[in-house]
Protein backbone atom coordinates (compact mmCIF):
# COMPACT_ATOMS: atom_id res chain seq x y z
CA UNK A 1 0.00 0.00 0.00
CA UNK A 2 1.42 3.31 -1.17
CA UNK A 3 1.20 6.60 0.24
CA UNK A 4 -0.44 9.53 -1.84
CA UNK A 5 1.04 11.44 -4.62
CA UNK A 6 -0.47 14.39 -3.30
CA UNK A 7 0.96 14.62 -0.16
CA UNK A 8 3.17 17.53 -0.73
CA UNK A 9 0.43 19.89 -2.34
CA UNK A 10 -0.92 21.19 0.88
CA UNK A 11 1.57 21.02 3.61
CA UNK A 12 3.43 24.02 4.02
CA UNK A 13 7.46 23.86 4.49
CA UNK A 14 9.53 26.42 6.11
CA UNK A 15 13.45 27.23 6.41
CA UNK A 16 15.01 26.45 9.83
CA UNK A 17 17.18 29.89 10.33
CA UNK A 18 19.30 30.48 7.93
CA UNK A 19 20.02 27.20 6.85
CA UNK A 20 19.37 24.95 3.77
CA UNK A 21 16.73 22.69 5.55
CA UNK A 22 13.22 22.74 5.30
CA UNK A 23 10.58 21.14 7.69
CA UNK A 24 6.77 20.49 7.57
CA UNK A 25 4.83 23.69 9.32
CA UNK A 26 3.71 20.21 11.45
CA UNK A 27 5.79 17.69 12.93
CA UNK A 28 4.91 14.94 14.78
CA UNK A 29 6.39 13.98 18.06
CA UNK A 30 6.40 10.23 19.60
CA UNK A 31 6.93 11.34 23.28
CA UNK A 32 3.29 9.35 23.98
CA UNK A 33 1.17 6.76 22.45
CA UNK A 34 4.69 4.42 20.69
CA UNK A 35 5.35 2.68 23.50
CA UNK A 36 5.54 -1.51 23.76
CA UNK A 37 2.48 -1.69 25.07
CA UNK A 38 0.94 1.02 22.88
CA UNK A 39 -1.44 -1.28 20.20
CA UNK A 40 1.21 -1.22 17.19
CA UNK A 41 -1.57 -0.99 14.15
CA UNK A 42 -2.62 2.11 15.61
CA UNK A 43 1.37 3.61 15.66
CA UNK A 44 1.16 2.67 11.94
CA UNK A 45 -1.64 4.03 11.02
CA UNK A 46 -0.78 7.28 12.61
CA UNK A 47 2.77 7.83 10.56
CA UNK A 48 1.34 6.71 7.50
CA UNK A 49 -1.58 9.37 7.92
CA UNK A 50 0.82 12.02 8.81
CA UNK A 51 3.16 11.04 6.13
CA UNK A 52 -0.13 11.25 4.12
CA UNK A 53 -0.51 14.57 4.55
CA UNK A 54 2.83 16.07 3.67
CA UNK A 55 4.44 15.69 7.90
CA UNK A 56 8.32 14.21 6.84
CA UNK A 57 9.40 15.39 10.54
CA UNK A 58 8.85 11.92 12.96
CA UNK A 59 10.49 13.88 15.98
CA UNK A 60 12.00 11.22 18.71
CA UNK A 61 14.09 11.16 21.94
CA UNK A 62 16.28 7.93 23.30
CA UNK A 63 13.74 8.70 26.83
CA UNK A 64 10.19 8.46 24.76
CA UNK A 65 9.00 5.10 26.29
CA UNK A 66 12.56 4.62 27.36
CA UNK A 67 13.81 3.31 23.33
CA UNK A 68 10.58 1.95 22.29
CA UNK A 69 9.34 4.30 20.40
CA UNK A 70 12.39 4.64 18.50
CA UNK A 71 12.09 0.82 17.77
CA UNK A 72 8.73 1.39 16.15
CA UNK A 73 9.85 3.53 13.98
CA UNK A 74 12.78 1.73 13.34
CA UNK A 75 10.45 -1.48 12.16
CA UNK A 76 8.42 0.98 10.26
CA UNK A 77 11.61 2.23 8.25
CA UNK A 78 12.26 -1.37 7.66
CA UNK A 79 8.69 -1.91 6.01
CA UNK A 80 6.00 0.56 5.08
CA UNK A 81 8.72 3.57 5.10
CA UNK A 82 11.17 1.47 2.89
CA UNK A 83 11.18 3.34 0.03
CA UNK A 84 10.71 6.59 1.72
CA UNK A 85 14.03 7.17 3.82
CA UNK A 86 15.02 10.27 2.27
CA UNK A 87 11.73 11.82 2.45
CA UNK A 88 11.93 12.05 5.40
CA UNK A 89 13.66 14.04 8.86
CA UNK A 90 13.71 11.53 11.74
CA UNK A 91 15.15 13.46 14.66
CA UNK A 92 16.49 11.80 18.04
CA UNK A 93 17.78 13.45 21.61
CA UNK A 94 20.08 12.37 23.99
CA UNK A 95 21.15 13.67 27.12
CA UNK A 96 18.54 12.57 30.03
CA UNK A 97 18.88 9.53 32.03
CA UNK A 98 19.26 6.59 30.30
CA UNK A 99 20.95 3.82 31.99
CA UNK A 100 22.41 3.31 35.18
CA UNK A 101 25.79 4.81 36.51
CA UNK A 102 27.86 8.26 35.62
CA UNK A 103 27.47 7.91 32.10
CA UNK A 104 23.91 7.24 32.03
CA UNK A 105 22.83 10.81 31.58
CA UNK A 106 23.83 14.39 31.31
CA UNK A 107 26.20 16.21 28.40
CA UNK A 108 29.15 14.66 28.15
CA UNK A 109 31.10 13.75 25.18
CA UNK A 110 30.40 10.13 26.25
CA UNK A 111 27.17 9.83 27.10
CA UNK A 112 25.91 11.66 24.18
CA UNK A 113 28.08 9.85 21.65
CA UNK A 114 27.01 6.56 23.59
CA UNK A 115 23.44 7.35 23.46
CA UNK A 116 23.78 8.12 19.42
CA UNK A 117 24.96 4.57 19.32
CA UNK A 118 22.17 3.22 20.99
CA UNK A 119 19.30 4.85 19.27
CA UNK A 120 20.55 4.02 15.77
CA UNK A 121 20.71 0.94 17.01
CA UNK A 122 17.19 0.87 17.67
CA UNK A 123 16.61 3.06 15.11
CA UNK A 124 18.07 0.65 12.42
CA UNK A 125 19.36 3.19 10.82
CA UNK A 126 22.86 4.60 9.66
CA UNK A 127 22.62 8.50 10.52
CA UNK A 128 19.74 10.07 11.66
CA UNK A 129 18.87 13.31 10.32
CA UNK A 130 18.80 16.09 13.39
CA UNK A 131 20.74 15.21 16.82
CA UNK A 132 19.35 17.22 19.47
CA UNK A 133 21.01 17.81 23.31
CA UNK A 134 17.74 17.60 25.11
CA UNK A 135 18.32 19.86 27.63
CA UNK A 136 21.16 22.25 28.87
CA UNK A 137 23.40 20.80 31.48
CA UNK A 138 24.95 22.82 34.05
CA UNK A 139 27.26 20.15 35.57
CA UNK A 140 28.56 19.59 32.31
CA UNK A 141 30.54 22.01 29.57
CA UNK A 142 28.72 23.43 26.95
CA UNK A 143 31.89 23.01 24.66
CA UNK A 144 32.08 19.43 24.95
CA UNK A 145 28.38 18.76 24.63
CA UNK A 146 29.13 20.92 21.58
CA UNK A 147 31.88 19.27 20.38
CA UNK A 148 30.08 16.07 20.95
CA UNK A 149 27.44 17.33 18.66
CA UNK A 150 29.92 18.39 16.15
CA UNK A 151 31.42 14.97 16.17
CA UNK A 152 28.19 13.10 15.64
CA UNK A 153 28.01 15.49 12.02
CA UNK A 154 31.71 14.28 11.54
CA UNK A 155 31.31 10.50 11.63
CA UNK A 156 28.32 10.62 9.50
CA UNK A 157 26.21 9.73 12.38
CA UNK A 158 23.67 12.55 12.17
CA UNK A 159 23.19 15.04 9.25
CA UNK A 160 22.19 18.23 11.44
CA UNK A 161 22.39 19.38 15.13
CA UNK A 162 19.75 20.72 17.06
CA UNK A 163 19.62 21.79 20.79
CA UNK A 164 16.11 21.58 22.69
CA UNK A 165 14.96 23.30 25.94
CA UNK A 166 17.90 26.30 25.45
CA UNK A 167 17.11 29.58 27.04
CA UNK A 168 19.11 32.92 27.50
CA UNK A 169 22.92 32.90 27.58
CA UNK A 170 22.92 28.89 27.48
CA UNK A 171 21.24 29.30 23.80
CA UNK A 172 23.91 32.17 22.76
CA UNK A 173 26.51 30.62 23.90
CA UNK A 174 25.73 27.02 22.95
CA UNK A 175 24.22 28.80 19.00
CA UNK A 176 27.86 30.18 19.25
CA UNK A 177 30.19 27.18 19.97
CA UNK A 178 28.01 25.03 16.86
CA UNK A 179 28.66 28.03 14.72
CA UNK A 180 32.53 27.86 15.40
CA UNK A 181 32.83 24.22 15.37
CA UNK A 182 31.37 24.23 11.44
CA UNK A 183 28.06 22.36 12.25
CA UNK A 184 25.35 25.45 12.80
CA UNK A 185 22.82 24.72 15.00
CA UNK A 186 19.44 24.37 12.78
CA UNK A 187 16.54 24.25 15.63
CA UNK A 188 15.79 25.11 19.17
CA UNK A 189 13.18 23.12 20.28
CA UNK A 190 10.91 24.91 22.92
CA UNK A 191 7.75 24.43 25.25
CA UNK A 192 5.22 27.62 23.79
CA UNK A 193 1.49 28.04 23.50
CA UNK A 194 -1.20 30.36 24.30
CA UNK A 195 -0.79 29.73 28.22
CA UNK A 196 2.94 29.65 28.38
CA UNK A 197 4.40 31.78 25.95
CA UNK A 198 8.18 32.24 28.10
CA UNK A 199 9.47 31.24 24.73
CA UNK A 200 8.99 35.34 23.40
CA UNK A 201 8.34 36.85 26.78
CA UNK A 202 11.77 36.12 27.19
CA UNK A 203 13.27 36.93 24.52
CA UNK A 204 14.29 33.80 22.83
CA UNK A 205 12.71 33.73 19.50
CA UNK A 206 13.87 37.16 19.20
CA UNK A 207 17.39 36.14 19.95
CA UNK A 208 16.75 32.80 17.61
CA UNK A 209 15.89 35.16 14.80
CA UNK A 210 19.49 37.07 15.44
CA UNK A 211 20.92 34.14 15.39
CA UNK A 212 20.05 32.62 12.18
CA UNK A 213 18.15 29.47 13.94
CA UNK A 214 14.89 27.90 13.74
CA UNK A 215 12.32 26.96 16.90
CA UNK A 216 10.04 24.10 17.06
CA UNK A 217 7.52 24.27 19.40
CA UNK A 218 6.36 21.23 21.20
CA UNK A 219 2.87 21.51 23.70
CA UNK A 220 1.23 23.84 21.39
CA UNK A 221 -2.11 22.66 22.95
CA UNK A 222 -1.20 23.03 26.73
CA UNK A 223 -1.20 19.16 27.17
CA UNK A 224 -4.34 18.99 25.34
CA UNK A 225 -6.24 22.30 27.85
CA UNK A 226 -6.37 23.97 24.27
CA UNK A 227 -7.32 21.03 21.76
CA UNK A 228 -11.33 21.40 23.04
CA UNK A 229 -11.57 18.63 24.69
CA UNK A 230 -12.26 20.75 28.40
CA UNK A 231 -14.71 23.27 27.02
CA UNK A 232 -17.45 21.49 29.41
CA UNK A 233 -15.06 20.28 32.51
CA UNK A 234 -12.58 17.27 32.59
CA UNK A 235 -13.45 14.20 31.13
CA UNK A 236 -12.38 10.93 32.68
CA UNK A 237 -10.39 9.50 30.31
CA UNK A 238 -8.63 12.99 29.45
CA UNK A 239 -5.08 13.29 30.08
CA UNK A 240 -5.75 15.99 32.80
CA UNK A 241 -8.42 13.47 34.20
CA UNK A 242 -5.54 10.52 34.77
CA UNK A 243 -4.58 9.90 38.44
CA UNK A 244 -0.68 11.32 38.21
CA UNK A 245 -0.57 13.20 35.26
CA UNK A 246 1.74 15.68 35.11
CA UNK A 247 -1.02 17.60 33.56
CA UNK A 248 -3.58 17.61 36.45
CA UNK A 249 -6.94 18.71 37.32
CA UNK A 250 -5.76 20.82 40.01
CA UNK A 251 -3.74 22.89 37.54
CA UNK A 252 -7.00 23.72 35.30
CA UNK A 253 -8.98 26.44 37.38
CA UNK A 254 -12.41 28.17 36.02
CA UNK A 255 -10.55 31.33 35.10
CA UNK A 256 -8.23 29.11 32.53
CA UNK A 257 -11.57 27.47 31.38
CA UNK A 258 -13.47 30.57 30.67
CA UNK A 259 -10.45 31.35 28.63
CA UNK A 260 -10.71 28.59 26.99
CA UNK A 261 -14.07 28.94 26.34
CA UNK A 262 -13.56 32.17 24.80
CA UNK A 263 -10.47 30.95 22.75
CA UNK A 264 -13.21 28.36 21.25
CA UNK A 265 -15.88 30.78 20.17
CA UNK A 266 -12.80 32.91 18.69
CA UNK A 267 -11.94 29.72 16.26
CA UNK A 268 -15.54 29.09 15.65
CA UNK A 269 -15.88 32.73 14.36
CA UNK A 270 -13.33 31.98 12.22
CA UNK A 271 -14.25 28.01 11.01
CA UNK A 272 -11.95 25.96 12.90
CA UNK A 273 -11.24 24.09 15.91
CA UNK A 274 -9.96 25.45 19.18
CA UNK A 275 -7.00 22.63 18.50
CA UNK A 276 -6.43 24.16 14.73
CA UNK A 277 -6.76 27.91 15.59
CA UNK A 278 -3.93 27.34 18.60
CA UNK A 279 -1.86 25.63 15.70
CA UNK A 280 -2.08 28.17 13.40
CA UNK A 281 -1.53 31.19 16.03
CA UNK A 282 1.93 29.22 17.31
CA UNK A 283 2.97 29.33 13.65
CA UNK A 284 1.79 33.09 13.04
CA UNK A 285 5.39 33.81 14.80
CA UNK A 286 7.99 35.28 12.49
CA UNK A 287 10.50 32.44 13.67
CA UNK A 288 9.09 29.41 14.27
CA UNK A 289 9.76 26.16 11.65
CA UNK A 290 7.32 24.04 12.97
CA UNK A 291 4.78 22.71 15.94
CA UNK A 292 4.87 18.86 17.15
CA UNK A 293 1.94 17.59 17.57
CA UNK A 294 0.85 14.33 19.53
CA UNK A 295 -1.53 11.73 18.81
CA UNK A 296 -3.62 8.90 20.06
CA UNK A 297 -5.37 8.19 16.84
CA UNK A 298 -4.71 9.11 12.92
CA UNK A 299 -8.30 10.93 12.84
CA UNK A 300 -6.35 13.48 15.11
CA UNK A 301 -3.70 14.10 12.96
CA UNK A 302 -5.78 14.86 9.84
CA UNK A 303 -8.09 17.23 12.06
CA UNK A 304 -4.71 19.09 12.82
CA UNK A 305 -3.04 19.29 9.74
CA UNK A 306 -6.36 21.08 8.27
CA UNK A 307 -5.39 23.82 10.66
CA UNK A 308 -3.54 24.96 7.54
CA UNK A 309 -5.90 25.64 5.20
CA UNK A 310 -6.81 29.03 6.97
CA UNK A 311 -3.08 29.71 8.43
CA UNK A 312 -3.23 33.54 8.67
CA UNK A 313 -5.30 35.86 10.93
CA UNK A 314 -6.92 39.66 10.91
CA UNK A 315 -5.29 41.97 12.97
CA UNK A 316 -9.10 42.19 14.39
CA UNK A 317 -8.51 37.84 15.68
CA UNK A 318 -4.91 38.21 16.78
CA UNK A 319 -6.37 41.59 19.25
CA UNK A 320 -9.59 39.01 20.54
CA UNK A 321 -7.13 36.54 21.15
CA UNK A 322 -4.42 38.78 22.85
CA UNK A 323 -7.70 39.92 24.70
CA UNK A 324 -8.49 36.95 25.98
CA UNK A 325 -5.33 35.91 27.30
CA UNK A 326 -4.63 38.88 29.02
CA UNK A 327 -7.50 38.94 31.27
CA UNK A 328 -6.49 37.99 35.11
Known amino acids: MDFSPARYKTMIYNRAGRTGLKLPGISIGLWQNFGANDPFENQRQMLRTAFDLGITNFDLADLYARGAAEITVGKLLKTDFRD ?188 QSLAQMALCWNLSFPSVTSVLIGASHPEQITENVAALEKPTFSEDELRRIEEVLAKP
Not at 92 to 117: F, N
Not at 165 to 172: I, K, P
Not at 238 to 259: H, M, V, W, Y
Open 84 to 271: HRDELIISTKAGCQMWDGPYGTRGSRKHMIAALDQSLKRLQLDYVDIFYNHRPDPAEPLEETAEALADAVRQGKALYVAISNYFGEASRRMISLLRESKTPCVINQVRFNMFDRMAETSGEFRELEKDGVGSMLYSPLAQGLLSGRYLNGIPADSRAGKPGASFGADQISETLLAKVRSLHEIAADRG
